[in-house]
C-alpha cells in the first residue's frame, strides 16, 4: 500500500522541476521542503521596491532550464541586457578598458598594446567554433594553455570562465566544462536573459504547474529519515510519514546522505563535491550614477558588476539594481569585512558616487553557487553521479552536483525534469496502490 506514486525532498529548482514533470506524467506527487518558502537559490525576495535575488542570476535562453520551463507552458518574461560598446567594460589595473568583442571595440580598447589584438581577435573567433577546444582530463589552466601562448587570451579567457561558470579554480577544474560552459555563453541561439521581478517568477510558476497536476507541496517538513521498506518510507520532522514507490533526492550531496548513508553513489559524491562560492553584494539604487556602465569585468582580480535592472523589472521607476560579485578560490580564508570592503570599493571604480543613493542593500559574503565543482581529476561532468541510484530501486537524485548536463540552473532543470520523469514511469509500472491520504500533508 502506498500514499503517493512520487515523493520529491527538496523544495529548490531541481525538485520542483521534478515534482512538475512526474506531475505531468500523471503521478502522484507529494513534495518535502524544509524552509517556509520553495526556490532555494531561486527565491526573491523585495526590500523597498527592489527585487533582491540571491545574488547575481542569469538565464539562458535554450538551455535545459528554459526548455523545461517552455515544454511545462511556462514562458519567461525577461529581457536581454545591452552590452554593445560603450556598456561594456574589462577592468585591469583599476582602470576601465572598453571590452573587445566587437570590430570597433577591438580596435579602440586600451586593454591591449596593437601587437596583442591579433591573437585575442583569433582567439574570440576561434570561441565561436565547437566542439569543445580542450583535450579531457586537463584542468582549465592546461586547457587554456593549450588554447593560446598569449599571455593576453589566457587572462581573459580565465575572467570569461569565471563570469560564465563562477568557478574560480583553474589549477582544479575540468578545462572541457569550462570551455563548453564559455562557448555556449557565445552562441547566437543561447543568449543571457534577466528575469523581471527575480526568479520568484520562475518558482511560482513552476509550484503552479506542479500544483496543477496535483502535487502537494508541503514547505516547512524536514525530511528526516528515508527508509527502503516493500515501497520507500519518507519520516519528516513533524512525526508524519508517507510511502511510495518512487522518491526523488534534490538536495546537496551531503544533506542527501545523511539521509541515505548507505547508498554508496551519494557517498561517493558527498566525498567528492568542493562547493563553490561567491561573495554577493547588491546595491539598490535610486538612479545609477554612471548609465552606461553597465557590465564591468576583472582581468587581474576575480570581481564583476552588472546592472541587471537596465533590461528587466527589479527596481522602482529611475532606480537601478547593482550587482557586484567577488569570485571566490577554493579554500581560501574569508574574511566578512574585507570582501565587503573589496566589492564597495569596485563599485566605487565603476560607478563612483553609488553611496548617497542607497535605498536598499544586501550582503551574501559567502554564497553557494553550486555544490560541485567539476572537477578534472574526477572527468569533469563524466565523473557526477547518474539521475537513477544504482542499487536502489525506485531511488533518483537531481540537482546542479548530477548528471553530464552542463552546470548551474541548466544542470539543476535538466537533472529534476530526468528524475521526475523516470520516478513517475518506475511508480506507473508499479501500480496496485490505495489513494493517496491527503490528509497526511495538509497545509
Keep these: 500500500m502506498r500514499d503517493f506514486d512520487v515523493i520529491v525532498a527538496g523544495g529548490g529548482l531541481a525538485g520542483l522541476c521534478a515534482a512538475a514533470f512526474a506531475s505531468r506524467a500523471g503521478a502522484r506527487v507529494a513534495l518535502y521542503e524544509s524552509s517556509p518558502d520553495l526556490g532555494g537559490r531561486a527565491r526573491t525576495h523585495i526590500k523597498e521596491g527592489y527585487y533582491f535575488n540571491y545574488g547575481a542570476h542569469a538565464f539562458y535562453n535554450g538551455e535545459a532550464l528554459d526548455t523545461a520551463l517552455r515544454d511545462l507552458g511556462i514562458v519567461p518574461r525577461a529581457k536581454a541586457p545591452n552590452l554593445t560598446a560603450g556598456h561594456f567594460y574589462f577592468v585591469r589595473d583599476r582602470t576601465l578598458h572598453l571590452a573587445p568583442f566587437s570590430a570597433s571595440g577591438l580596435e579602440q580598447t586600451t586593454l591591449y598594446p596593437a601587437a596583442a589584438k591579433p591573437d585575442v581577435r583569433a582567439a574570440l573567433a576561434k570561441l565561436r567554433k565547437s566542439p569543445p577546444v580542450a583535450r579531457s582530463g586537463l584542468s582549465a589552466r592546461e586547457a587554456v594553455e593549450e588554447f593560446s601562448p598569449s599571455s593576453h587570451v589566457r587572462e581573459l579567457i580565465f575572467a570569461l570562465f569565471r563570469v560564465t561558470s563562477y568557478i574560480h579554480d583553474p589549477d582544479g577544474a575540468d578545462g572541457v566544462t569550462l570551455f563548453a560552459q564559455l562557448q555556449r555563453s557565445f552562441s547566437k541561439t543561447k543568449s543571457v536573459l534577466y528575469v523581471d ?112 535592472s537596465q533590461a528587466a523589472r527589479l527596481a522602482p521607476e529611475g532606480g537601478a539594481l547593482v550587482h557586484i560579485v567577488r569570485y571566490l578560490e577554493q579554500d581560501e580564508d574569508f574574511d566578512k569585512a574585507l570582501l565587503l570592503a573589496e566589492l564597495e570599493s569596485f563599485a566605487d571604480l565603476v560607478q563612483p558616487g553609488w553611496r548617497p543613493h542607497v535605498r536598499a542593500r544586501q550582503f551574501l559574503w559567502k554564497m553557494p553557487v553550486t555544490w560541485s565543482e567539476p572537477l578534472a581529476r574526477f572527468g569533469g561532468l563524466s565523473g557526477r553521479p547518474s539521475v537513477e ?55
Design 197 to 308: 521581478d527575480g526568479w520568484d517568477q520562475l518558482v511560482s510558476a513552476l509550484a503552479v504547474r506542479a500544483e496543477a497536476g496535483g502535487c502537494l507541496l508541503g514547505v516547512g517538513r524536514r525530511v528526516t529519515a528515508i527508509r527502503q521498506q516493500q515501497t520507500w518510507r519518507v519520516e519528516s520532522a513533524d512525526g508524519n510519514s508517507v510511502s511510495a514507490p518512487a522518491v526523488v533526492i534534490a538536495l546537496p550531496p551531503r544533506d542527501a546522505l545523511e539521509l541515505l548513508p548507505y547508498a554508496e553513489t551519494i557517498r561517493v559524491a558527498a566525498e567528492r563535491c568542493v562547493p563553490v562560492y561567491a561573495a554577493c553584494l547588491d546595491l539598490g539604487l535610486s538612479r545609477l550614477p554612471e548609465p552606461r556602465h553597465q557590465f564591468a569585468l576583472g582581468i587581474d582580480e576575480p570581481l564583476y558588476l552588472s546592472v541587471h
Design 389 to 443: 541510484v544504482p542499487d536502489f530501486s525506485g531511488l533518483y537524485i537531481c540537482g546542479d552536483w548530477v548528471g553530464s548536463h552542463s552546470l548551474l540552473a541548466a544542470a539543476a532543470a535538466a537533472s529534476g525534469r530526468l528524475a521526475g520523469e523516470l520516478a513517475a514511469a518506475f511508480a506507473q509500472e508499479n501500480q496496485s496502490s490505495s489513494a493517496p491520504s491527503r490528509s497526511l500533508l495538509a497545509m
